[in-house]
DNA sequence: CCCATGTCCCAAAGCGCTTTGGATAGCGGC
DNA sequence: GCCGCTATCCAAAGCGCTTTGGGACATGGG
């Protein structure tokens, strides 16, 4: 069934070495026997066996995605399966394996060493970054190769990552609302000790002290993203004294809970009351037309897990590369949820 | 750094041989040198190199999961994520490491052939099964052991499998509502390929048949599951000169599209209108409350994920096992988007 | 006292590949 | 005709583990 490097060069007559480096590509081979070693393992669909090649070489040809799964609140990140399905496209292609460990986050420096120990990867990808987030640090010290998808603000060394430009997407967004003429603005953002949070969240405030607003605790909301989040937040904000004219939602999922508990009041979007949201362009999630539902600050998620898979793969191919980063802008796109503020 | 086993066993001033029976729980080890062993090992965190332990095996102790992404219509079905976060926690607790493989849908084929050709998995997890889906035979041909999440109709071998009873659901559901009296009842349905989607057709004429209804393909539709997808069949079907008075979506998703242009409509939903959706549990979209937003045929897609990977599992560590087959009922839970038709 | 029987350990081969360190042969230059 | 190259190929070691096939020693029955 399955060939081996052994046999393949054994029905041609020729030494494993041969073979190998004939398929490898080193020079050491004539171009005749090179060409009649190619179209042999072309002919039986020869492929070398992953495992006995990176015993061999040393390296694994792998990156490791470790998932913590909080056993508090079950949440699996959404945006992670796009990013996923970008990384996994770049690592197909360049030859790599995906591997992926969905781990009890309280194990989660545990599946780290392990999978150092156990020689299971060149490098890994780091996920939904804290504020303060231990795993930075954990990863240098092991000099295992990351790449970290966002940022984390406290960390002497430096380290790689891409993030998007989230204070300043937000900061923009602010500044449309505010130029809308719109003071009461609410946050409702992710939890607070993940670090994109917490750059939204000072995005905002700028924008707010350009537009000479003192900011309100009681406009400001951390929480789980989910659809009843966004919901609670519009039904009970507007009960206010002096309720939001606008709302900035951290994800799209958010704001369709924040339209809904528009629409239970009876309020339309865009005319009583402005949302703006991220949306991380998610396929299922749509928001496109000549005029999009909502207004956004949109940046591809699937694109980052591309761009952030390819930089982990150089990362891990010349290890001298040093830190890489890279900051996406997100894009401001006007849809039917904003306007002017209305009463 | 990584300790080796040869250095662990020199460390010991004994013979790789024994320390690996000893590890491996063999019984020819003296009860004292076995502790020794353990202790020392654990002292060092040893792990054994992964590649070398499964070259030498020849088992890869590795389940793949090969999800295609179409070109053309680029969704990444976000019920990937909850169905890999189950069976993830099954690996990893049963020390099987999961791998990933995102590619275009037209080479398929041919990354199962590949990780069959470089050994680098022991079996693997087939995603959204068609209608007649070609994998089945391509798998038992390759003699690869795996396990179909979902079913396909027209196979002539027995396979193994892990579904949910679409079709009693969604006629569970239908008849919910045709006895509250419902006979204009659309399906709002996945696309005509996949196979869930024509057993929930299924479900849904058989109900229609017992109550003596005849079924309207105006009312039924299918597409890729999105909230516009939604949305658009609202707005459209009531304005059909026998519109509907309930709908049957095939995803939370979906159904968010369908209450949202019925609150565009100035309908109220449970009221003037009723829904009922498939809900696969997912943490980020809640259904929940003492009265759940939505009627619901609930089912934990990721249930199903830690079930189908213990499946799998049996599979891959006793192959005689022959075809294992699970089918998981979903309940129909009752929540405020369902009342007597109303007009 | 001898041999059979365990018990406990080890040397060495092997998994499928890469890579080092030659070996062989052909070639032109002197 | 010999030398030094270069071009091609190969044998063997090694990656880190498991596993086969003993070997050494103690024990106990005859």
Redesign the pocket.
Known sequence: M????????ASL????????????G?????????KRILQAAAEVE????T???S????RAQAIGHVIPVSTSHEIVNPIFADFIAGAGETYSSAGYEMILRIVPDAEEARAYRDLVA??AVDGVMVHAPLRHDPRVALLTELGLPFLVHGRTSDVARPYSWLDINNQRAFRRATQFLTEFGHRRIALINGLENMDFAQRRRNGYLEALRDAAISPDEALIRNGEMTEPYGYRAMTEMVQLPDPPTAFLASSMIVAYGLRRGLADLGLRMGRDVSIITHDDDLSYLPNQGDVPVFTTTKSSVREAGRRAAKMLLKLVESPGAGPLTQLMEAALVVGASTGPVHR
């Open positions: 399955t060939v081996t490097l052994k046999q393949l060069a007559g020729l030494s494993p070495t041969t073979v190998s480096r004939a398929l490898n080193f020079p050491e081979v004539n171009a005749a026997t090179r020869y492929r070398p066996n495992r006995a090649k015993l061999a070489t040393g156990r020689g």
